[in-house]
């Protein structure tokens, strides 16, 4: 069991394959940046959770989000990647919704934010029900 706990933050600090890890955090925070719009007005929030939850320091972030406006892969395709580098392990899959949902309650749930969480999570769990 204690595999699965850590194999998220194994591919976050992936130090065996540094580029494994990079593609992985642009993946997730690709998604992250389609549910909520990082403003000033939470940035702090955003910055520990990042951090905490991702393992991005706040110059990295800032690289990969200038990396998101150029690697325009569609949201399928990253949710697509994220369930490969999970290995379709469901409970992993879970720990990986939660931390998304933790940006969305930081939003304020609104429901613009919230509609695109659930169309990211209903896209994760769809071949689970």
Known sequence: MEYNLKQISNLIENQDNLEDEKEFKLASVSLVCSIVNINENHKKEYAHLFKKDLNLQEDELLN?????????????????????ELNN?????????????K????????QESYQEFENI???????YY
């Open 64 to 84: 990969i989000q200038k990396k998101i406006l150029t690697n325009r892969l569609n949201i399928n395709k990253k949710i697509h990647y994220i369930k490969k």
């Open 89 to 101: 392990n469901i409970y992993q899959i879970m720990l990986f919704l939660k931390i998304l949902n």
């Open 103 to 110: 940006f969305a309650i930081i939003d304020g749930c609104n």
């Open 121 to 127: 999570r209903d896209e994760f769990l769809k071949e």
